[in-house]
């Protein structure tokens, strides 16, 4: 596959630091990205992903899904000849883990009300 094929993406994390950049081919999926990701994420970092579906990538304002080629995720503006895309990585856990918390955090909690209507 010649070299003029190939994307060259970076992802920004929360605190600004980048990931890469590193060249895919179009036909790259998205949780091929993710996955890339959680391999490279910096080990300094206090929020860590722990697994590929913990990270959301957005590219011009959209969540990119799982399914989607890095072909079909490219913006009109991102086809600069040799620009290279840049994507926000963000981190956020499953919803079924959080709510398996948040669940496990509530329980030993009771809620009396004290109220006194006089």
Known sequence: MPDEELVELKFRLYDGSDIGPFQYSPAS??????????????????????????????????????SKTVSQCKTPFGELPKGIITMHAVVQPSLVKAKTEKKVDEAPKKNICACSIL
């Open 29 to 66: 999926t998205v949780a091929m990205l993710k996955e890339r990701i959680v391999a490279e994420w910096p080990k300094d970092k206090k929020i860590a992903p722990k697994a590929a579906n913990d990270v959301k990538l957005i590219n011009a304002g959209k969540i990119l899904e799982n």
